[in-house]
T-cell receptor, first 113, second 116 residues
């Protein structure tokens, strides 16, 4: 079955540091890949997505590239801010799963001023 | 993107009682989903609710415990029945938009439930 594995947190960085959160997936079909973000006390927000191999999703300075050869979708940001402190979820969805979304465990990010 | 609201935003309930959570979408959508997020955990899909058909439940979730209604294309409810402290979680609804973004889900703000 489909699954998502992402690096465990928490991740603690200083402001303006480089961020990488690793995510790998297992899927029987050709899934779309997502990063969602959950700020404290809030629901999930879509951060970015990619729908096919070599696509790059980007938003708010965050980027992730759909790598089919390594089944990965790592999240990166060149310079984090305190306001980026949140939990980040990698996820996949494909039509063979009835468009159900499978989520990774989540990675909590703390950014210190 | 769709705007999704949930009511209530939070509640504290006594064991043995039931709570119905409402989810409203500002546009018509075919597929709606209900998730549970236990403290510090990821999201677990409870069921898929399509208008005009019975909800489809994931392994470990049953209709008697989590009855779902989907009366129209903009609204759904999830009831948590005969609650116990183990049901304390955040419950989130989401909707997949029709059209190009069918595979992308948009989430409500969640309902934080505490069972005493």
């Amino acid at each position: 079955g489909n699954s998502v594995t992402q690096m465990e947190g928490p991740v603690t960085l200083s402001e303006e540091a480089f961020l990488t959160i690793n995510c790998t997936y297992t899927a029987t079909g050709y899934p779309s890949l997502f990063w969602y973000v959950q700020y404290p006390g809030e629901g999930l927000q879509l951060l970015l997505k990619a729908t096919k191999a070599d696509d790059k999703g980007s938003n708010k300075g965050f980027e992730a590239t759909y790598r089919k050869e390594t089944t990965s979708f790592h999240l990166e940001k060149g310079s984090v801010q305190v306001s980026d402190s949140a939990v980040y979820f990698c996820a996949l969805s494909d039509h063979t799963g009835g468009f159900k979304t499978i989520f990774g465990a989540g990675t909590r990010l703390f950014v210190k001023a | 993107s769709a705007v999704i609201s949930q009511k209530p935003s939070r509640d504290i309930c006594q064991r043995g009682t039931s709570l119905t959570i409402q989810c409203q979408v500002d546009s018509q959508v075919t597929m709606m989903f209900w998730y549970r997020q236990q403290p510090g955990q990821s999201l677990t899909l409870i069921a898929t609710a399509n208008q005009g058909s019975e909800a489809t439940y994931e392994s470990g979730f049953v209709i008697d415990k989590f009855p779902i209604s989907r009366p129209n294309l903009t609204f759904s409810t999830l009831t948590v029945s005969n609650m116990s402290p183990e049901d304390s979680s955040i419950y989130l609804c989401s909707a997949g938009l029709d059209g190009l973004s069918t595979d992308t889900q948009y989430f409500g703000p969640g309902t934080r439930l505490t069972v005493l």
